[in-house]
T-cell receptor, first 111, second 113 residues
Framework: EAAVTQSPRSKVAVTGGKVTLSCHQTNNHDYMYWYRQDTGHGLRLIHYSYVADSTEKGDIPDGYKASRPSQENFSLILELASLSQTAVYFC??????????FGPGTRLLVL | QQQVRQSPQSLTVWEGETAILNCSYE??????FPWYWQFPRESPALLIAIRPVSNKKEDGRFTIFFNKREKKLSLHITDSQPGDSATYFC????????????FGEGTQVTVIS
């Protein structure tokens, strides 16, 4: 079954530290996305990629970097984690159809 | 600015009633409108979707009504069940290279029996 997996599933980080969130998909999809969801709110797009070795800024890219080393893998990097980056992060993939399939999410707490 | 708006923020209905969730958008170039539902501590999952060429899409108890002229759509859940209790997100798709989705803030639906 096609799937999007994320690791870690939860993480506690310290302010100013570096955090890397990983996403892996077996959907054979070209598109991958990183969203954040704050409690009680919708999802906001951080970065996306439509081909390996290339990433694009989404709607709220400040404080985040992304890396797409292969079609299957897409990482989100917080170089200097801040309290305001506490949220749930979802990765998604999309093929030729317009439907996006979401991973299980990573709960990030920055202290 | 918020390009996709949803109302109400929360909605409580009795089992068997029809729940109506509203969504509006600003960008007339959006070309696909999926609704996702999300259960607590889970990820969003596609429920039903519509393209602007249609004004209605039905899937079992879930129906989308779409008004392109007014840039509005609504999701109707008929014969609501307790298992329908979830947060529902309206989203709008941008065509072209990004293929990105813009989400509304969601409507939390509670079905009481």
């Amino acid at each position: 079954e096609a799937a999007v997996t994320q690791s870690p599933r939860s993480k506690v980080a310290v302010t100013g530290g570096k955090v890397t969130l990983s996403c892996h998909q077996t959907n054979n999809h070209d598109y991958m996305y990183w969203y954040r969801q704050d409690t009680g709110h919708g999802l906001r797009l951080i970065h996306y990629s439509y081909v390996a070795d290339s990433t694009e800024k989404g709607d709220i890219p400040d404080g985040y970097k992304a890396s797409r080393p292969s079609q299957e893998n897409f990482s989100l990097i917080l170089e200097l984690a801040s309290l305001s980056q506490t949220a749930v992060y979802f990765c998604a993939s999309k093929g030729d159809q317009d439907t996006q399939y979401f991973g299980p999410g990573t709960r990030l707490l920055v202290l | 600015q918020q390009q996709v708006r949803q109302s109400p923020q929360s909605l409580t209905v009795w089992e068997g009633e029809t729940a109506i969730l509203n969504c509006s958008y600003e960008d007339s170039t959006f070309d696909y409108f999926p609704w996702y539902w999300q259960f607590p501590r889970e990820s969003p999952a596609l429920l039903i979707a519509i393209r602007p060429v249609s004004n209605k899409k039905e899937d079992g108890r879930f129906t989308i009504f779409f008004n392109k002229r007014e840039k509005k759509l609504s999701l109707h859940i008929t014969d609501s069940q307790p298992g329908d209790s979830a947060t529902y997100f309206c989203a709008a798709h941008t065509g072209g290279l990004s293929g990105k989705l813009t989400f509304g803030e969601g409507t939390q639906v509670t079905v009481i029996s």
